[in-house]
């Protein structure tokens, strides 16, 4: 393979609340120069991004291919996160195949694609596991591993993913938004006894580092990430270990979960903001994360640990030990405890769209 040293990075999903851990990880020692493509260069996130230093902004988006040649001409290499949500499932596979072609094209030594497993295929085809927004990066990311193995020694190449992030387990409009009742928190989705693997934003910039600062040893490689697997039922008991406060895990039906659960409300809306709700291939909330909880609750992700542990030794272990973090970073900060936290008047978004208000409940 020919030589990957990798210093000025394009990045498609920068601002993103998985981008933004990458991007600091990424300039923490100046090591390397990012490029991060934007839409809005003013926002909060991207100044934020913008003062740590090697951080330059392009504005656009990337369904315009000089855009895409903007930003990739110059570096030597590409993450790339397409907010699936905000393009729609179609587009998103188009534009991925295209930002992948250009990249070789502009001369990208190596190219890190976020992606997320192909639970249909992993599930045999069965259309109860068709979720937008997670097979239409996961045929993609195997698209461009077969790519790979022509263009290599060219472009190397390797996918990105992370587990649901353990942090929608405390945040508001998620699939797991928890509520209070009786002092209690209380989870009600419809994982069953099955565990899920949830995921650590933070540990996403560690992760990144590594592939491009190892990119001969990533080339290829199909990095799943998460703290552990765990059932809802052990979460509870993590957070009542972690924070001393009583939580519980109700199971409960899909028909029950989109009667009066946590994305009720807008079950029937359209998955992707730029969606043709008339188009025959679009989905709506309920019919996407209908398909999200049957892939967790069958056990489709699928994660070597004892990489993830090779990788990064340090890295977060159990949602227990990261509930007690959580608790101790709200506390010293003085913004009272996790259990405050969670409080109906006090939880607030984790998601960028929602931040954004590009969802309204």
């Known amino acids: ?44 996130r991207a100044n934020e991004l913008l ?19 903007d930003g990739f001409r110059g570096c030597d290499g590409a ?16 534009w991925a195949i295209r930002t992948y072609e250009i990249a070789i094209e502009e001369g990208i030594k190596f190219f890190v694609y976020g992606h997320i497993p192909y639970v249909l295929k992993a599930g045999g085809y069965d259309s109860k596991f068709r979720v937008g927004h997670m097979n239409g990066k996961g045929r993609i990311g195997e698209w461009i591993l077969f790519q790979n193995i022509d263009n290599k020694d060219r472009m190397g190449a390797s996918l990105f993913a992370v ?21 209690t928190l209380k989870w009600r989705v419809p994982q069953g006894n099955g565990p899920i693997p949830l995921g650590s934003l933070e540990d996403c910039g560690h992760y990144v580092r590594w592939q491009f600062d190892n990119p001969e040893r990533a080339n290829g490689l199909n990095l799943v990430t998460a703290i552990e697997h765990i059932s809802f039922k052990d ?7 972690a924070t001393g406060h009583q939580a519980q895990y109700v199971d409960v039906s899909l028909d029950v979960y ?3 659960g946590a994305l009720s409300v807008i079950g029937n809306r359209p998955v ?8 025959p291939s679009s989905m709506t909330v309920k019919q996407n994360f209908s398909g999200f909880w049957n892939a967790f609750k069958h056990d489709l992700f699928k994660i070597d640990y004892a990489l993830l542990d090779e990788i990064h030794p340090n890295r977060i272990k159990s949602a227990e030990d990261w509930f007690r973090q959580q608790d101790k970073i709200l506390q010293s900060s003085g913004k009272g405890g996790l ?12 998601l960028k769209r929602v931040e954004d208000g590009e969802v309204k409940i």
């Open 163 to 183: 587990g649901p992030y353990i942090d929608m387990t405390i945040g508001s409009y998620t699939p797991m938004t928890p509520t209070i009742e009786n002092d």
């Open 51 to 69: 003062a740590l230093g090697n951080v330059e902004l392009l504005q656009g988006t990337l369904e315009n291919e000089q855009t895409l040649r």
């Open 339 to 350: 259990w405050d936290r969670v409080q109906p008047e006090n939880i607030y978004p984790v």
């Open 1 to 44: 393979m020919a030589s990957q040293h990798v210093s000025k990075i394009f990045m498609i999903g920068g601002t993103g609340v998985q981008g933004v851990p990458i991007v600091k990880a990424l300039v923490s020692d100046k090591k390397y120069h990012v490029r991060i493509l934007t839409r809005n260069p003013s926002s909060r």
């Open 258 to 260: 989109w009667t009066n």
């Open 272 to 279: 992707g903001s730029n969606t043709d709700p008339n188009d």
């Open 235 to 241: 979460l509870a008991t993590a957070f009542e270990n």
């Open 79 to 94: 993450f790339v996160n397409i907010d699936g949500f905000n393009t729609g499932e179609k587009a998103e596979m188009y």
